[in-house]
């Protein structure tokens, strides 16, 4: 059949464009910026086709991140047949995670052979 489908996902949460909603919706300086926004709203995501492009990715945007590590996620195309009620449907493929990597400041990079943790995709 042949090698799957891959890519690399990193997911950031900008914190320059969390903050300035809490502001603009009325934030005091002293202000929790989470009782002004749902910050997860905020979240974004980058496709790259290889772990060492989303590795050097994830350390450019690191400094902005909200929770200051963003993550990379190693996903797979998978055939998806069946709807959330087990129902056979027509096939329409989906990416699903096998494994997340958190890249942190104060940590060494990555590496693609040591997952912080693995998902059954």
């Known amino acids: 059949m042949g090698t799957a489908q891959k890519r690399y996902l990193v997911e950031w949460t900008p914190w320059d464009r969390v903050k300035a909603e809490a502001v603009k919706r009325g934030m005091p300086?002293?202000?929790?910026?989470?009782?002004y926004v749902c910050i997860?709203?905020?979240?974004?995501?980058?496709?790259?086709?290889?772990?060492?492009?989303a590795r050097v990715f994830a350390r450019k945007v690191l400094p902005n991140d909200t929770?200051?590590?963003?993550?990379?996620?190693?996903?797979?195309?998978?055939?998806?047949?069946?709807?959330?009620?087990?129902?056979?449907?027509?096939?329409?493929?989906?990416?699903?995670?096998?494994a997340t990597w958190e890249?942190?400041?104060?940590?060494?990079?990555?590496?693609?052979a040591s997952p912080d943790w693995r998902d059954a995709a």
């Open 67 to 98: 929770w200051s590590c963003p993550r990379i996620r190693r996903q797979v195309l998978v055939p998806n047949d069946h709807d959330d009620l087990g129902n056979r449907v027509e096939p329409m493929p989906t990416f699903e995670t096998e």
């Open 29 to 35: 300086a002293d202000g929790e910026v989470g009782d």
């Open 40 to 53: 997860d709203a905020y979240e974004r995501n980058r496709a790259f086709p290889s772990f060492s492009l």
């Open 103 to 112: 890249v942190f400041e104060d940590r060494p990079d990555p590496v693609e």
